[in-house]
């Protein structure tokens, strides 16, 4: 009786381990999709201000606090 108590109880614990490892699996894939997602509009939007920018370069802008010019 007891063994078969234990038994039962080490099966469900498994049973839950496993629906767990799924969820955490599936979350792991969607958290992935987010940070690509972010990393692509990062990329865009760095697009979109450097086509938009007036001023210096950034190796202009280097040069001049190398040469302490501000």
Request: charged share 40%; aromatic share 4%; no cysteine.
């Amino acid at each position: 009786m007891l063994q078969t108590n234990i038994k039962e109880h080490l099966d469900r614990i498994s049973r839950e381990l496993k629906q767990l490892k799924k969820l955490l699996m599936n979350e792991r894939a969607i958290n992935k999709e987010k940070a690509e997602a972010k990393w692509k509009n990062l990329l865009n939007t760095s697009k979109q201000i450097s086509r938009e920018w007036k001023g210096p370069s950034a190796v202009e802008e280097i040069r001049e606090q190398r040469e302490k010019k501000w």
